[in-house]
């Protein structure tokens, strides 16, 4: 069971937008609408804020997105801030009751 | 709010048993949620290592469930993790988490990890 493929880094300056892939197989995040991304500054706890795909917690701006299309989800990013520098983690169920992450992504705002 | 605090030692020998305390705060154990262990090894991603359910149901990661066992401890609220025959691969930050039943399924692994606790760094070394 391999770590589902997320890009090392991204980055963008504030106001703009990123998108965030996760890729996986059709054995994980194309079977099921079970993902979920987390948000992890250094230090801290890391902070749910996508699951099912696209909902968002409540209490959560929606300047966080999430969609799948295929094998592969996706979390965007809109109107850049400098406290979203972090780094981001997906997570899908992957069948027979177990769960993989991806390898994350580390966010620079710039 | 609820509230999840790790505890338990920060340095383990090779070949003994990493044990970790998980103690919840404004909720309880019997309540509708799994109750969840994760780890990250120093610059590596997060990797999910089971869940509990009151009840006792559980489930694990396969690549650590010979050596990785789940307790609960409802007089106490707390829940446990024994990670057996350690190695210095087992050196990660393990943090505790839950997922709420939002659909009643017969496992938490369907569902998103909620809550997270602050996180332990554990190092196996001699």
């Known amino acids: 069971q391999s770590a589902l493929t997320q890009p090392r880094s991204v980055s963008g300056s504030p106001a703009q937008s990123v998108t965030i892939s996760c890729t996986g197989t059709?054995?994980?995040?194309?079977?099921?609408?079970?993902v979920s991304w987390y948000q992890h500054r250094p230090g801290k706890a890391p902070k749910l804020i996508i699951y099912d795909v696209s909902e968002r917690p409540s209490g959560l701006p929606d300047r966080f997105s999430g969609s799948k299309s295929g094998n592969t989800a996706s979390l965007t990013i809109s109107g850049l801030q400098a406290d979203d520098e972090a780094d981001y983690y997906c997570c899908s169920y992957a069948g027979n009751h177990t769960v993989i992450f991806g390898g994350g992504t580390k966010l620079t705002v710039l | 709010q609820v509230q999840l605090q790790e505890s338990g030692p920060g340095l383990v020998k090779p070949s003994e048993t990493l044990s970790l305390t998980c103690t919840v705060s404004g909720d309880s154990i019997t309540s509708n949620k799994w109750w969840s262990w994760v780890r990250q090894p120093p610059g590596e991603g997060l990797e999910w290592i089971g869940d509990?359910?009151?009840?006792?149901?559980?489930s694990f990661n396969p690549s650590l469930k010979s050596r990785v066992s789940i307790s609960l401890d409802k007089s106490k609220n707390q829940f446990s993790l024994n990670l057996r025959s350690v190695t210095a691969a087992d050196t990660a930050v393990y943090y505790c988490?839950?997922?709420?039943?939002?659909?009643?399924?017969?496992?938490?692994?369907?569902?998103?990890?909620?809550?997270w606790g602050q996180g332990n760094l554990v190092t196996v070394s001699s």
């Open positions: 059709s054995s994980d995040v194309g079977g099921y609408s079970y």
């Open positions: 988490a839950f997922r709420v039943d939002r659909y009643y399924y017969s496992s938490g692994t369907y569902y998103p990890f909620d809550c």
């Open positions: 509990i359910f009151h009840t006792g149901s559980a």
